[in-house]
């Protein structure tokens, strides 16, 4: 299968884009602290499915969506700490953005559990 036409790859491939764009705004003297893990967490998203898609057999690619999961919690309560310290106000179209993301991801490592 081609990840590029997965929708779940589509959409956190968006949410990358948002998070780049979110961490700009953050303060130069986090570049190498929540900057950068929330960027890395945020790649990690569709960077998972790609390989996951790649690699030879369903097991393996429940593995790499189960990491996409995981990521995208830890994207999420980075994005917390980030309000929290006031570096970006809530936003609730990035908050859509996680929960879509997060759904597909579910529904998608489901579908591949009932084949």
Same mark, same amino acid.
């Given at each position: 299968?081609d990840?590029?036409?997965?929708?779940?790859?589509?959409?956190?491939?968006?949410?990358?884009?948002?998070v780049?764009?979110?961490?700009?705004?953050?303060?130069?003297?986090?570049?190498? #602290?929540?900057?950068?893990? +929330?960027?890395?967490?945020?790649? *990690? &998203?569709? /960077?998972?499915?790609?390989?996951?898609?790649?690699?030879? #057999?369903?097991?393996?690619? +429940?593995?790499?969506?189960?990491? *996409? &999961?995981? /990521?995208?919690?830890?994207?999420?309560?980075?994005?917390?700490?980030?309000?929290?310290?006031?570096?970006?106000?809530?936003?609730?179209?990035f908050?859509?953005?996680?929960?879509?993301?997060?759904?597909?991801?579910?529904?998608?490592?489901?579908?591949?559990?009932?084949?």
């Amino acid at each position: 299968m081609d990840h590029k036409d997965l929708e779940v790859w589509k959409k956190s491939m968006d949410l990358v884009v948002q998070v780049y764009q979110m961490t700009q705004l953050f303060p130069d003297t986090e570049k190498y #602290g929540l900057t950068s893990q +929330m960027r890395r967490a945020a790649v *990690s &998203i569709p /960077s998972n499915i790609a390989e996951g898609a790649a690699r030879n #057999g369903d097991k393996e690619l +429940m593995q790499f969506l189960s990491i *996409s &999961i995981g /990521s995208l919690s830890e994207l999420e309560t980075q994005y917390l700490i980030a309000i929290r310290l006031g570096f970006v106000t809530k936003e609730d179209s990035f908050d859509q953005q996680l929960i879509e993301v997060k759904k597909l991801l579910i529904g998608f490592k489901n579908y591949i559990k009932r084949k």
